[in-house]
């Protein structure tokens, strides 16, 4: 009997995640993009802490005049809502440091739930709410880019 071979075991192993790898956590779920409108979304927050954590003025840096980089600590207690915005010229990276929370947007037909250890894209003019609706606080890291006031 012939013994397989280092390349031929490593092709199968790729073969077998490339069936059945999952969507990126944090994406919306494979066949439910869509335009969502998120009518009675919510406009104001609850029950969240957002603290700016660490920033660069990206005109001193790379000159992109009126543009900060920033990266803020946002803790959202059980209930809390992260109210309706927009990601138009504002693009962000979203990291679920702990806890889990929902996020409802406009380019997915269904709530997405963001666990411990997910990444979720924020840009292409996405606009969305979030809110934890679980029993204890999701810590989440935000780092955008956007326009100084």
């Known amino acids: 009997m012939r013994k397989p071979t280092i390349a031929a075991a490593a092709l199968a192993l790729a073969t077998s995640f490339a069936i059945t790898a999952p969507a990126f956590a944090g994406d919306c779920p494979s066949g439910q993009e869509a335009a969502n409108p998120l009518t009675g979304a919510p406009t104001m927050g609850k029950d969240v802490t957002d ?4 920033s660069i003025d990206l005109n001193s840096e790379i000159g992109i005049a009126s543009r900060l980089l920033r990266t803020r600590r946002l803790v959202v207690q059980p209930g809390g809502i992260v109210p309706m915005h927009s990601h138009k010229s504002r693009p962000a990276l979203i990291y679920t440091v702990s806890g889990q929370i929902t996020e409802h947007r406009s380019s997915c037909a269904v709530p997405i739930v963001h666990k411990a250890g997910d990444i979720a894209r924020e840009a292409d003019g996405i606009s969305h709410w979030w809110m934890n609706e679980g029993s204890e606080p999701a810590v989440l ?4 880019v956007f326009k100084q006031p």
């Not at 603290?51 to 660490?54: A, D, E, L, N, P």
């Open 51 to 54: 603290t700016v954590i660490g």
């Open 141 to 144: 890291l935000s780092s955008d």
